[in-house]
């Protein structure tokens, strides 16, 4: 069973910098594409950052300010973020897609955890 568990998150004031940490269980970590998704309340969830064969891509909000990066030995991605805005505010997911321990196609995601950005 696949299974991802998030931890890092909370309350922060504009300018500031949290990491969030996802890792995995039931997972070839290493044969998984991970992302980072947010939904802030009222929008559709978004993608922020994605980690590819080695390429992170991000989006255009967080450019600069955010880094995706993984640990294939600790089966773990986590998403360093940096002169966080009001406007980063949202549940913050993570996900994997790739193959599970028993060579399945796995599409998981995380619980998710809340980054609150005050002004």
């Known amino acids: 069973q696949v299974q991802l568990a998030e931890s890092g998150g909370g309350l922060v004031q504009a300018g500031g910098s949290l990491t969030l940490s996802c890792t995995a269980s039931?997972?070839?970590?290493?044969?998984?594409?991970l992302a980072w998704y947010r939904q802030a309340p009222g929008n559709q969830r978004e993608l922020v950052a994605s980690?590819?064969?080695?390429?992170?891509n991000y989006a255009d909000s967080v450019k600069g300010r955010f880094t995706v990066s993984r640990d294939n030995a600790k089966s773990t991605m986590y998403l360093q973020m940096n002169g966080l805005k009001p406007e980063d505010t949202g549940v913050y997911y993570c996900h994997t897609k790739g193959y599970d321990r028993n060579w399945r196609i796995s599409d998981a995601w995380g619980q998710g955890k809340l980054v609150t950005v005050s002004s």
């Open positions: 039931g997972l070839f970590f290493g044969l998984n594409d």
């Open positions: 980690l590819s064969g080695g390429t992170a």
